[in-house]
Structure formats: structure tokens, C-alpha cells
């Protein structure tokens, strides 16, 4: 381990203990089940613990990263550098005020719309089959079957890593686009707040049913795969572009394109994540040939990859 790392591991073991690991296999944390360990891997359980890594990646510059479930993340095979961040049990929370649920960052998006169902809340019927934290689902707008985050979130609370601070943001002032937003690199979603209507119990499960069972019959849940690889462009589909183009079933080592959806990649065991990406490369230029259209990945790439074409 070199002297940042060194030293951060001590800022961070100041104020965490034991729990703070090395060398961390983050595979099993994503959907993919690929990639290499975490130089430093920690799963805040508190706002003082992510001023703890905060006083470490300001005091030593090491590269850091904050994961979710891991449903759109490619980790790399020699894995990341610096220090992965995971939201802990400590985030994990909902409280109902009317029509308004406040919820801690790392509950499970499916977990929330199940909370919002049992109170007879509707809005949040599209996230029941998203694999996301509220964290993660805040960031990346996420959204399903006409609906997203966007149109339900009224407040949203991060901590600021380099400052050290807490901050709350208007979802207003989130800049919230297709699948993105413009929070800073460093704001840690640790909350949030949305706003529902009262709603037919019945009605709300009926819709959460047809979500469940549209993923299930038309996307490859059983296998390892990240969700939608690309984002559609404007007036479009990606799947159908990747389709048109001769790209379903297209193979590269122990990852192929899901002959159930064209969108997704799928990893068969012993694929690695140069596989994957060099598939996504792929499938990029055989559109753009066929179609002059670049697909724009969804899949965000944690760690260091040799990009170099097969």
C-alpha cells in the first residue's frame, strides 16, 4: 500500500475501527458479480464517519467512489485504487408524514415503494423493480415505466465530503435530466424526501404487479448483467438501434448482448470486465455504422481499464 493510502487507512481507522477494510472484494457488489477489491472499502454508518472520509481523501487526495447496490457500475478487473464508500444499516430508515416520506439514502428503492403501497401512497409504483438505493436512484434519475425520480423527489439531503458539511438541496436544484443529475462529485445522497397522493391500495399493487412481471418477461433477471447499458437516445431506443444493427447476441470472451432484451449485457461465469467493455465498444461502433448514431453508456465505469480495441 503506498504512503496515501497508508495514511488514509489511519484517518479512517481512527474513527471506524476494524471496520474499515483493505483490499475488499467488490464483486458481489455488483449485479455483474465482476471486477477486482477496494484498496480502502467502508460502510459509513453516520454522518461522522463520512467526515471521517472526508478528513482522509482532503488530507491524502486518494481517488474515492460511492456505490449503491451496484445495478450500473463495471468495476474494473485490477479493481479501484482508492477508497470505495457504501452507505451502511445506519442510512437505512423511512418515516411518513402525510403524504410525504423521508427516507436514509441506502434503503432500497423497491423497499420504499413497498413502504409508500402499505400507507396507500401512489407515485413511486415505477421504482418497485428498479435494483437501486435511494441513493443511487437520486443521482442517476432514475425511472421506469413513465415515472422517475424527478417527479416525486422534493428534497433531497447529501453530505459534502470535502467540506464536511451537511446540505440540503431542492429537487429543483438538482438539475435533474434523462438518467443524471448535476450533483457535486463529492455529495453523498444520505436522504431524501418524496412527495406522494393518496391512492388506491389496490390500484397501486395492481401497477407494482405489471412492473414486476413486464421486467421479468422481458429482461434476463436471472443472469449477471448491469441493467440497461445505454441510454436512449431522443426519439429512440437503444435496444432497438443494438438490435437493427446485428448486435443481439454478439459475444465477446464470457460476455454477450441478452438475446431477452438488446440493451442489456449479460456475464457468464469466468467473463471478465475487459470483456464487458470491450463488448460495449463494440456495440457502440456497430451502431454508429449502421445507424450514425453514438449510444451514450448508462453503465458507469469505476477503475482503471485499457481501452484498447480487440
Not at 41 to 52: H, I, K
Request: negative net charge; aromatic residues 4%.
Amino acid at each position: 500500500m503506498n504512503e496515501a493510502l497508508a495514511r488514509a487507512e489511519g484517518i479512517l481507522r481512527a474513527a471506524a475501527g476494524d471496520r474499515i477494510r483493505t483490499t475488499f472484494p467488490l464483486a458481489p457488489l455488483t449485479s455483474f458479480r465482476l471486477g477486482g477489491p477496494a484498496a480502502l472499502y467502508l460502510e459509513p454508518e453516520s454522518d461522522p464517519d463520512l467526515a471521517a472520509a472526508g478528513e482522509a481523501i482532503v488530507a491524502t487526495d486518494i481517488p474515492f467512489v460511492v456505490i449503491g447496490k451496484g445495478s450500473n457500475i463495471l468495476v474494473s478487473d485490477a479493481g479501484f485504487p482508492g477508497l470505495v464508500l457504501r452507505l451502511g444499516r445506519g442510512y437505512r430508515w423511512v418515516a411518513l408524514d402525510g403524504e410525504r416520506l423521508t427516507a436514509g439514502g441506502s434503503i432500497p428503492l423497491p423497499a420504499l415503494a413497498g413502504v409508500a403501497l402499505r400507507h396507500g401512497l401512489a407515485g413511486l409504483e415505477f421504482g418497485v423493480a428498479i435494483p437501486a438505493t435511494l441513493g443511487g436512484a437520486v443521482r442517476m434519475n432514475a425511472g421506469a415505466h413513465g415515472g422517475a425520480m424527478a417527479d416525486v423527489l422534493e428534497r433531497i439531503v447529501t453530505y459534502r465530503l470535502r467540506d464536511g458539511r451537511g446540505e440540503t438541496v431542492e429537487a429543483e436544484e438538482a438539475g435533474f435530466e434523462y438518467r443524471r443529475s448535476s450533483l457535486e462529485e463529492d455529495a453523498v445522497v444520505t436522504g431524501g424526501v418524496v412527495r406522494l397522493k393518496t391512492g388506491d391500495a389496490a390500484e397501486i399493487r395492481a401497477r407494482m404487479d405489471e412492473a414486476r412481471d413486464w421486467r421479468r418477461r422481458t429482461q434476463p433477471v436471472a443472469e449477471p448483467n448491469c441493467g440497461s447499458v445505454f441510454t436512449n437516445p431522443e426519439g429512440d431506443h437503444a435496444a432497438r438501434l443494438i438490435e437493427s444493427a446485428g448486435g443481439k447476441g454478439r459475444r465477446v470472451g464470457g460476455a454477450s448482448v441478452s438475446l431477452k432484451h438488446a440493451n442489456f449485457i449479460v456475464a457468464e461465469p469466468g467473463a471478465r470486465s475487459s470483456d464487458v467493455l470491450v463488448l460495449i465498444r463494440d456495440i457502440q461502433r456497430l451502431v454508429e455504422d449502421a445507424a450514425g448514431i453514438t449510444l451514450e453508456p448508462e453503465v458507469k465505469l469505476i477503475g482503471a481499464f485499457d481501452d484498447a480495441r480487440r
